[in-house]
């Protein structure tokens, strides 16, 4: 393999264990979150369910083995009510934001129209999810403005 293919496939790699990380994150927003935003968190596990089965065949189309799933997470906090998971979706969504920006900047062509997409998606759920949005989603945490991601 090249070195930009190298690249690739580990920005692929890193969004990949990113949206394992957000289905298991989900399933723990989606037992604390209230009625009213149950839906939501339903529509967010769904689509990142979808990319992570997205991110998987596009490693084994580089002929490589896609990295698997922890048997859990560590929450960044803990998550006890319905307001606590609405700021976990959130820090969900802003981390896989990060982990899209740096895929966009490592792959070309059909790939990063769709890592772009991903990435304008977990911003636009972030911002519903914290009633607000910063000017770079996923690029904060590299300003030293939010909490280092894991």
Excluded: I, K, N
């Amino acid at each position: 393999m090249s070195e930009a293919e190298d690249r690739e496939l580990d920005a692929l790699q890193a969004a990949l264990a990113a949206e394992h990380a957000a289905v298991y994150g989900y399933g723990v927003v989606g037992g604390r979150v209230g009625e009213e935003r149950r839906t939501e968190a339903r529509a967010a596990y769904d689509a990142h369910r979808a990319r992570r089965d997205a991110l998987t065949r596009d490693v084994r189309d580089l002929g490589a083995r896609p990295v698997a799933s922890a048997a859990g997470y560590a929450l960044p906090f803990e998550v006890p009510d319905a307001a606590s998971a609405v700021r976990l979706a959130a820090e969900l969504e802003e981390r896989v934001a990060g982990v899209y920006s740096d895929l966009v900047r490592a792959v070309g062509g059909d790939r990063r129209t769709a890592a772009a997409g991903a990435l304008r998606e977990a911003a636009v759920r972030a911002a519903r999810w914290r009633g607000g949005s910063v000017a770079f989603p996923g690029l904060a945490e590299r300003a030293g403005s939010a909490t280092p991601t894991a």
